[in-house]
């Protein structure tokens, strides 16, 4: 089975100081290196200062949810991961998966009810927390994530 392309990053911006667009294999041991670059080349470029923990984790959440849930941990797909530092926008992140997507109204609270012991369904609510803004595209493939 051959895999559609993956559409090039476009942001709307021409005045990014930084324009990253990786693709990377559906492996979680892929997560920890990719993450590490990106940070350290956002902390080296001064994208959303003093916001970096944040920004850490809620890209570690999405790519290990593109991973597990969109790929379904097979290594002959791909995940990319696009990134745009921009001085008055703050940092922008798109992570996109060759998945089917899911509704992300559909997702319960992992802070109400029974769901509370859950043991899974905490990334989506943590990325809500921790970026300014996030919408999902492509019917849930793709996860927008702008920290200002």
């Known amino acids: 089975m051959?895999?559609?392309?993956?559409?090039?990053?476009?942001f709307n911006s021409r005045e990014l100081l930084l324009r990253l667009?990786?693709?990377v294999a559906a492996e979680i041991d892929?997560?920890?290196?990719?993450?590490?670059?990106?940070?350290?080349?956002?902390?080296?470029?001064?994208?959303?200062?003093?916001?970096?923990f944040e920004i850490e984790m809620a890209l570690r959440e999405a790519l290990?949810?593109?991973?597990?849930?969109?790929?379904?941990?097979?290594?002959?797909?791909?995940?990319?991961?696009?990134v745009g530092c921009d001085e008055s926008r703050g940092m922008l992140i798109i992570v996109r998966d060759p998945g089917e997507?899911?509704?992300?109204?559909?997702?319960?609270?992992?802070?109400?009810?029974?769901?509370?012991?859950?043991?899974?369904g905490r990334g989506i609510y943590l990325i809500n927390q921790l970026m300014d803004e996030v919408r999902f595209e492509?019917?849930?493939t793709e996860i927008?994530?702008?920290?200002?």
């Open 30 to 52: 892929a997560i920890g290196p990719l993450v590490e670059r990106v940070m350290e080349i956002a902390r080296d470029m001064k994208c959303s200062e003093g916001k970096e």
């Open 138 to 140: 492509r019917g849930g």
């Open 101 to 120: 997507g899911f509704d992300p109204q559909s997702v319960p609270s992992p802070v109400m009810g029974q769901n509370v012991f859950s043991e899974h």
């Open 21 to 23: 667009d990786i693709l």
């Open 64 to 82: 290990a949810n593109a991973i597990v849930h969109g790929a379904k941990h097979d290594p002959s797909k791909h995940v990319q991961l696009c």
């Open 144 to 148: 927008h994530m702008k920290k200002s």
């Open 2 to 10: 051959t895999s559609k392309p993956m559409p090039s990053c476009e």
